[in-house]
């Protein structure tokens, strides 16, 4: 059974790096038609998406984040990973990662982590 | 950027009740659709996909359909275990956008 897992650190200092790390399990990640996603969710509001890598390692981003993001698989461990530097009190969210096919949209997803960026 | 307009925000229903959510899109996205159910401290769950796709597991009790640019989610007879937060989101451009979320609660 496929499954997803988020790690990483839970609070990160304002204008700092964070950085997760999403590790997938039974399936490759380097293979089949998948896109590997991050999404976002600030405590008590709606769902934002942050980006994704494929599998061949094209990446997109939402625009609104893009300058500060960076998404990348890690073959050998098969795991990909969500970079968003320069963060501030408005990136404390649950971050997801997320498996997305080519017709079914977010089919998969981590059970997210809570990030909290403050001193 | 394509907006997806979610309504209502909060129904309040009763068990045995059909629920109707809408969504709304900005622009034509053809049935690039897809609805997740989202229950508190849990991950979004994957409802429909395509606008009327049920995906596997998935209640026959929800449906999808759509009309133009506007989608719904039916729940025809509303169960206890259908009390959340149900998001759409649109996946025909590259970037992905959700609607606000509908609040399925108790009456």
């Known amino acids: 059974q496929v499954q997803l897992q988020e790690s990483g650190p839970g609070l990160v200092r304002p204008s700092q790096t964070l950085s997760l790390t999403c590790t997938v399990s039974?399936?490759?990640?380097?293979?089949?038609?998948?896109?590997w996603s991050w999404l976002r969710q600030p405590p008590g509001k709606g769902l934002e998406w942050i980006g994704y890598i494929y599998s061949s390692g094209t990446t997109s981003y939402n625009p609104s984040l893009e300058s500060r993001v960076t998404i990348s698989l890690d073959t050998s461990n098969n795991q990909f990973s969500l970079k968003l530097n320069s963060v501030a009190a408005a990136d404390t969210a649950v971050y997801y990662c997320?498996?997305?096919?080519?017709?079914?949209?977010?089919?998969?997803w981590g059970q997210g982590t809570l990030v909290t960026v403050s001193s | 950027d394509i907006q997806m307009t979610q309504s209502p925000s909060t129904v309040s229903a009763s068990v045995g009740d059909r629920v109707t959510i809408t969504c709304r899109a900005s622009q034509s996205i053809v049935a690039w659709v897809a609805w997740y159910q989202q229950k508190p401290g849990k991950a979004p769950k994957l409802l429909m996909y395509k606008a009327s796709n049920l995906e596997s597991g998935v209640p026959s009790r929800f449906s999808g359909s759509v009309y133009g640019t506007e989608f719904t989610l039916t729940i025809s007879s509303l169960q206890p275990d259908d009390f959340a937060t149900y998001y759409c989101q649109q996946y025909s451009t590259s970037l992905w956008t959700f609607g606000q979320g509908t609040k399925v609660e108790i009456k």
């Open positions: 039974s399936v490759s990640i380097s293979s089949g038609d998948f896109y």
């Open positions: 997320a498996r997305r096919t080519a017709v079914r949209a977010l089919d998969l």
